[in-house]
């Protein structure tokens, strides 16, 4: 777990840049099933691993998924930049829908998204240096030629990332998981993207080290203008990375918010047990924790309504037949609740 202390130095994320206002990703009704087959006869069924999501994402601003292990949120980044194919909806990239793209189609906007992986050992080639690994997208793409352009950039890339130019002449098992992590980075960084989706990019490290990658993925927002959208399932990570934050359950979104307003003042149930769980620094300090009954159903036969009244301790009765609707609490706040409806 990161404590407040250990993370960033302290200061305010905004998007501050001109373009603040505009929408460079926006995704409408987006849903990843996956068909299964059950029993003798083959009976064919779907796990609803992400279902009928909508949200945006300004220019220059970091949106933190958050939500337990199984809720969907890996597979969300990954459908939206196509390396799960989504089964409904839309996603527009700076205005441009590129759900129904087809691989080819999609070479060119994946110079406009990037992902950063959890494992930074299994995401990068054992039998590559981390000169082959991060010259190879400037290669694909076609923007470096010949050997000494590509070196040279190489090396400014791994500088960046806080690594040494001898660096670029070993391998993946030479390096911690810290520095594996900053080479993903480094070749994430090499085609110049917008928009960088990072899926639990801290989650296999230790405290120490993360606190390291997050202030490096912070600085580099600033130097070059990035949009992340930033996987974890660590509340205290999202807090001290995120502008805004998206707390998923079972492959919806329950609540939306702008930082400060989602973490001092929680309306949906989940929300509400999920931050009554991160510990506080302080000890002479108490909060109420809030114990969740049951475990999260199967994604192959959500509950009906409300897919969480069955772990809800505040559970009507209208939240066992409909699904509920998004209501606005204020301006960058939004939850799906009944309670609010």
Known sequence: MVMADEILKEETLTADTASGN?????????????????????????????????????????FGIVGESGCGKSTLGKAICKLI???????????????????????????????????????????????????????????????????????????????????????????????????GIARALAVEPELIIADEPVSALDVSIQSQVLNLMNELKKELNLTYIFVAHDLSVVEHISDRVGVM??????????????????????????????????????????????NI???????SGCKFHTRCPKCMGICKEKVPKKTILEEGHEVYCHLYG
Do not use: W
């Open 85 to 183: 194919e989504p089964t409904e909806g839309r996603v527009y990239f700076k205005g441009e829908e590129i759900a129904g793209y087809s691989r080819a189609q999609m070479r060119n906007i994946r110079k406009g998204i990037q992902m950063v992986f959890q494992d930074p050992y299994a995401s990068l080639n054992p039998r590559m240096s981390i000169r082959d690994i991060v010259a190879e997208p400037l290669m694909i793409h076609d923007l470096a030629k010949g050997k000494e352009e590509i070196d040279k950039r190489v090396v400014e890339l791994v500088r960046r990332v806080g690594l040494d130019a001898y660096h670029v002449n070993r391998y993946p098992h030479e390096f911690s998981g810290g520095q594996r992590q900053r080479i």
């Open 22 to 62: 505009d929408a460079i990703l926006k995704v409408e009704n987006l849903k990843v099933y996956y068909k299964t087959h059950n029993g003798m006869f083959g009976k064919v069924g779907y796990v609803k691993a992400v279902d009928d999501v909508s949200f945006e994402i300004k220019k220059g601003e970091v």
């Open 297 to 303: 159903p199967s994604a192959l036969n959500p509950p």
């Open 249 to 294: 359950y079972l492959g919806n979104f329950v609540e939306i918010g702008e930082k400060r307003k989602l973490y001092d003042n929680p309306c949906h149930p989940y929300t509400q047990a999920l931050l009554s769980a991160v510990p506080i620094p302080d000890p002479r300090a108490r909060k109420e924790r809030i114990i969740l009954e049951g």
